[in-house]
């Protein structure tokens, strides 16, 4: 049963091919199914329910009432085509339902038939179809090979971001009791013990107590990682990850020894130890709001003065864009910081303020690269001006090293290809999905190795450190190639002029 | 009064009532319908006048589709203006006087008829060419393109080949918006224009074209990015977070 799969690795090209449709190309993908357990620990129904069609219908009904998103993106597509060869699966796979009006049509199909006139009575003319079973599997197999990164959403004219349409699908999935086993069950963990990868506290305090020591035995510093420690200023939120992955975890050293230079008290929290909000993937948002009200809870609790959070896309994207929404207003911390922080966006005023001093020398063997993280670029921002999510990392990585060159301009900021593993997707059973979905960013990576000799890609997000160093073998690449932002600001960090 | 006459006469105030309907049900619709969290695609405007200026340049030059295909944004933008153009320049049948901006607009009206035309033709083209957009299109995607390109042409052929009486089907255009009916010249190729014009105005409301108001309702464009200083709480969603804070020793 459990047979290695095998599948071809694309081929990278000298320029970028957009390749010609393959039908049913990705018809054989489809991630495992969450058991009953973790299901109804969500809310969900355990499994497939009696009279689905009509529960899937309801749903439906009931998201097109409360998500203008929904029902606007549903009517308004002409099927110009713009976005067809902007998503990363589709170029991979050359799978046409991987291109994102295709993929939106598997829902938009059914709305037409049970929603609206002309599909009710021409179902043929607009292409509607009756909700079966084929059509329930279709949303679940390829509403799973969307990694919700918003690239068609920037190249649409009427702004269709394809992953509403893909986080109503999983949501509407969910509601019929079919859900997908990776995200559901790690959401689960979350409510169970705190974090996405199931790290009890005991296990977090003995990670950080052997990263002090670490740290002290490269440095000759004492710098601390503290955990639960009530009336620190500032509560670091970050994905677990951070706490032992590679190359996350150093990473998680370099906002250490940031907090240590600047001389600001901090904290982890062992109840609220885990920044992802994987609740955003399916697109519940009762779900969202809960797993995202451990961090008030917790930032209440320890009595901080400011939210800040680690390197993580869609934590970013949730912090940032919905965390005041959900569980706001942040009136019990300082008015002075914007609420929530990313830690880039404090790493770079405490630069900006001189506090921090830096050894680019320290990076010289590196030949580095940025990789933009689809939910920062596309539904986030850093500082005070639009535009400030591209600007902030590469200043801090520019004030830290040498060699920086940026990979094209048509594959970078709002433009970035995702990693190949976002948006729930970065599980083993998916790897064929990953690796080709990786293809853009691979062919990107590749030009600039040859013409600068990049050594290294520096990433912002754990979902993109983790699939990278796992799919960049398959393109002949160096797993060692991947690091964090703040794994080059704690190198060069010059700790010797303490605070 | 001949059949025709009441005939069209009748078909024209029911397309309007369709079109005029069919429209504000589908607007109040999307302007009822709550958007729960702000998601604009960044980089985003962060006040209400940056949002009117990315509005702005979305609709009068399709910024977003200029970024995404050339060759689309070509003949989609080509279209879109020569059809604006073309609309205007039919005020002339439904003013007395003319007003004088729409007869400066005449000749260039006469020549957006052809780069309709071409625009048309260009996007039907890629439906055929383009293996990706040959897959996404239903019928319905290429009926509406041959519906626009028959009003074009028949509109063309009255002009240079077989003439209508043009007086006349002003005066009977004014008749109906003034309630004061006139007799409709029996013209094939007229007859055709307008029928074919009529099923446009009806299927309006049901169909894709509600492309047009739905970009002003699409939140990914009009949302200001603003979600750190302001809270964007859905009646909706009002409920959770009501039992908050949960229990921490749970």
């Given amino acids: ?499 | 009064m001949s059949v025709v006459t009441v005939v069209y006469a009748l078909l024209f105030y029911l397309a309007t009532a369709v079109l005029v309907a069919g429209l504000a049900y589908r607007v109040q619709r999307y302007a009822r319908t709550p958007q729960p969290l702000k998601i604009p695609t960044t980089p985003a405007p962060t006040t209400r006048t940056g949002v009117v200026l990315r509005m702005s340049r979305e609709v009068v030059f399709f910024e977003s589709l200029f970024k995404g295909n050339k060759w689309t944004w070509l003949f989609g933008w080509i279209f879109h203006f020569a059809l604006l153009l073309v609309l205007l320049r039919h005020l002339r049948y439904f003013t007395e006087p003319i007003w004088d901006w729409v007869t400066l607009l005449q000749p260039w009206g006469i020549y957006a008829a052809y780069a309709m035309l071409v625009g048309l033709v260009g996007l039907w083209a890629r439906r055929f060419l383009v293996d990706r957009v040959r897959y996404i299109s239903a019928p319905s995607d290429h009926l509406m393109l041959l519906l626009l390109i028959a009003i074009a042409g028949s509109g063309l052929l009255m002009k240079y080949v077989w003439h209508t009486d043009i007086i006349a089907l002003k005066a009977f255009f004014l008749g109906l918006m003034y309630f004061d009916w006139r007799p409709l010249s029996p013209d094939p190729l007229l007859l055709i224009h307008l029928t074919l014009v009529v099923v446009l105005m009806i299927v309006f409301p049901f169909s894709k074209l509600l492309h047009a108001p739905g970009l002003f309702f699409s939140p990914t464009r009009y949302q200001v990015d603003n979600p750190r200083e302001r809270r964007h709480v859905a009646p909706w969603a009002e409920k959770f977070g009501r039992t908050a804070s949960s229990n921490l020793s749970e």
């Fill in chain 1, 1 to 499: 049963m459990a047979k290695e799969p095998t599948f071809e690795t694309p081929k990278l090209k000298e320029y970028p091919v957009i390749p010609l449709i393959q039908e049913g190309a990705m018809q054989h993908i489809k991630p495992f199914v969450a058991k009953a357990e973790f299901q109804e620990r969500l809310g969900f129904p355990g499994e497939l329910v009696e009279g689905w069609k009509d529960v899937a219908l309801n749903r439906m009904g009931e998201l097109l009432s409360q998500y203008r998103s929904v029902q606007v993106f549903l009517d308004a597509c002409v099927k110009c085509g713009a976005c067809t060869d902007k998503c990363h699966y589709y170029l991979g796979t050359a799978d046409p339902k991987n291109m994102p009006v295709a993929r939106q049509d598997l829902l938009r199909n059914v709305y037409r038939r049970y929603f609206t006139l002309a599909g009710k009575y021409f179902p043929k003319l607009v292409g509607a179809v009756d909700l079966t079973e084929e059509v329930l599997e279709d949303w679940y197999r390829y509403y799973h090979q969307c990694s919700e990164c918003r690239r068609c959403s920037v190249y649409c004219p009427y702004g269709i971001d394809t992953a509403e349409i893909t986080m109503a699908g999983r949501e509407i999935l969910d509601s019929v009791g079919i859900g997908q086993k990776y995200s559901n069950e790690i959401i689960g963990k979350v409510y169970k013990i705190g974090n996405n990868l199931g790290l009890p506290e005991p296990a977090l305090a003995d990670t950080l107590e052997g990263l002090e020591e670490e740290v002290k035995a490269d440095t000759g510093v004492d710098v601390r990682f503290p955990l639960d420690q009530e009336g620190a200023e500032i509560l670091l939120v970050t994905p677990s990850a951070d706490f032992f992955a590679e190359p996350h975890v150093d990473g998680l050293i370099g906002y250490a020894k940031v907090f240590h230079q600047a001389g600001i008290s901090w904290t982890l929290s062992s109840y609220a130890s885990e920044a992802a909000n994987f609740a955003l993937f399916i697109g519940n948002y009762e779900n969202m709001e809960k797993v995202a009200r451990r961090i008030r809870d917790a930032a209440l609790k320890l009595g901080v003065k400011r939210i800040v959070t680690g390197e993580c896309g869609h934590a970013w994207r949730v912090a940032y864009s919905f965390w005041n929404t959900l569980i706001g207003p942040f009136d019990f911390l300082d008015a002075n910081y914007p609420q929530p922080q990313h830690i880039c966006e404090f790493t770079h005023s405490l630069m900006k303020q001189g506090v921090l001093k830096f050894n680019k020398a320290a990076n010289d063997h590196r030949i580095v690269t940025f990789h933009d993280s689809c939910n920062i670029a596309r539904a986030s921002r850093m500082g005070d001006k639009p535009g400030g999510q591209f600007v902030i990392p590469r200043e801090i990585i520019k004030a830290c090293c040498n060699h920086f060159y940026d990979m094209a301009p048509e594959t970078i900021h709002e433009h970035t290809f995702c990693c190949g593993g976002g948006g729930g997707l970065l599980t083993d059973d998916l790897i064929e999905l990953r690796v080709k979905g990786a293809l853009p960013r691979m062919e990107a990576l590749k030009h600039v190795v040859d013409e600068h000799g990049v050594t290294h890609l520096v990433a912002i997000c754990a979902i993109c450190k983790s699939q990278f160093a796992k799919v960049m073998p398959y393109y002949g690449f160096d797993r060692d190639m991947v690091i964090s932002v703040h794994q080059l600001v704690g190198d060069a960090l010059d700790m010797a002029t303490t605070h």
